[in-house]
């Protein structure tokens, strides 16, 4: 007890010592539940469904022919591939628009609710308008992906620009910063951990709008490969895919962690606004 | 230094020492009058200190001193020129800080000279010479979370020293940390200043801070308040631990808190009657 009180106390040298424990106890119990899991779909399945339904043996024992199919190395390159480009679209334009409309009182008067209204717009009713406009391409999928990781970067950002200490600004103010400037060395940094929020909500959602344009405009990828053995009876097939989108969702929330860890020393939940 | 050593050729007729005028400063929110009529000077090498009861709009004087707040009537000229705005010249100590928590303690000292453009050279040259100056050496590397609520005021005042300011504005830069880091602090600012002498304005509501700090002390009271009483403070410099043992000491402090409590203690009489 005393040991663990010790540790949250001092930073650099308990926590560190603490920490491997900590993880290895966490990862037991993560191994734990996992197991669990499998061993009861692996039962249900067994004992009440059709032989075609896919179970855990079975989506182990293809995992190697999956793994050697081009195909699916090529649709999910192709998935993470436009995954990737329109994260770092909705990124930039998230992100301006969104310190524009936390910072700017007419800006936010002007698009506030169309912005909260598109992001409760399920994504997939604009399918049929990007079909449209760009044909069952790339191009399509793209759109369909900004659209679906936009408005979750626009909202957290506009909420972490307008949520800046007025200290903060104060002594921007007071040492004669540019706008420009302030929003740069200012705003933006202060508003990371909500642009930290948003990106991980983008991720996820990109990763759904690409996997959506894919089941639905027929564009290949991910998202076909998942449709295409599904229905040719190839439910163990169609599960190492589900199960590798899954992988994408974990990966980055390590990796966002990860890099709040390694960018953003300074912040930390429980000591923020000093 | 040099900068401060020069006589102030072309200042106004008769107060050619004053580098800061106030000249029947009026302020009000809405219908709320703060402060009304007040009018004082700063002379180049002279420590003002403002000590009023809570809520007397003391730091709203300062923040209209600063331009950070526009003023209804009257005016402040620093040197030749009228304050509207945040001026080159002038720099604020908060009673918040105000570091920057995503910037080490090297870039928050480096702030101010960034926002005003200096080379990167003389940055490298300056910040290093202040972060030493307020006994910061060895921390330039430490993220504002790191350091003590002393040490970050430390910070705090290395960034205004930086800019070689003529004018330091203190916003009861102390109130915020225990009373030992504190007394340590006003003998430290009285060194420092001993070294590079300015015009500065020390607000607080200490009133032993305000005899130790101040060469006259400025009594600000009433609804809305004004300039009660100025009190100049003839104690001999430099001002060290042997000032408060003085008898002076404790007689000028004894006439400031007569000051400041005259009407206090009238108000309660007055309640007390039938």
Known sequence: MTEANAAIGIPATSASAAKPKRAGSALISRLIAGGCILLAWEVIVRMFAPAYVAKPSNIVMVIPKVMTDPLFWNSTAQTLGAVAQGLILALIFGTIIGLLLGRSVTMERMLRHYVNGFYAVPMIVILPLVTLWFGYTGAARLATIVFAAVFSIIINVSDGARAVPREYLEVAASFRSSKLRMYIEIVLPAATPYFLAGLRLAAGRALIGAVVAEFFAAIGGLGHFILYNSRTFHHAEAFVGVLLLAGFGVGFEVLVNWSTKRFLPWYRRDDRGT | ?274
Not at chain 2, 154 to 168: D, F, K, M, Q, T
Not at chain 2, 234 to 258: I, N
Request: contains cysteine.
């Open chain 2, 1 to 274: 230094m040099t900068k401060h050593e020069r006589p102030a050729g072309g200042a106004p007729v008769s107060k050619d020492s004053a580098r800061i005028r106030v000249n029947g400063l009026g302020k009000h929110y809405g219908t709320l009058e703060v402060f009304r009529n007040v009018s004082f000077d700063v002379g180049e090498r002279e420590i003002v200190a403002i000590v009023g009861p809570s809520g007397c709009g003391k730091t709203t004087l300062l923040r209209c001193i600063d331009g950070l707040l526009p003023v209804d009537e009257g005016e402040i000229w620093f040197d030749q020129q009228r304050v509207t705005s945040p001026l080159p010249g002038v720099a604020m100590v908060f009673q918040h800080f105000g570091l920057f928590p995503w910037k080490t303690v090297y870039d928050n000292v480096a702030y101010g000279l960034r926002m005003a453009g200096a080379p990167q050279a003389e940055i490298d040259k300056r910040v290093p010479e202040f972060v030493k100056l307020v006994g910061l050496a060895g921390f330039e590397k430490a993220y504002p979370y790191q350091i003590s609520g002393g040490m970050q005021q430390r910070c705090g005042l290395a960034r205004a020293l930086a800019v070689e300011p003529s004018v330091l504005l203190m916003d009861e830069p102390f109130a915020a940390v225990d009373a030992q880091t504190r007394e340590i602090l006003q003998f430290e600012l009285l060194r420092i200043w001993e070294q590079r002498p300015t015009a500065m304005i020390f607000v607080t509501h200490s009133i032993e801070e305000a005899v130790l700090l101040g060469h006259r002390v400025i009594v600000l009271k009433g609804r809305p308040s004004g300039i009660y009483e100025t009190i100049k403070i003839e104690l001999p410099h430099p001002r060290t631990r042997a000032t408060l043992r003085e008898p002076r000491f404790a007689e000028l402090r004894e006439r400031v808190w007569g000051t400041l409590m005259a009407e206090a203690q009238k108000a309660e009489f007055e309640l007390e009657k039938p």
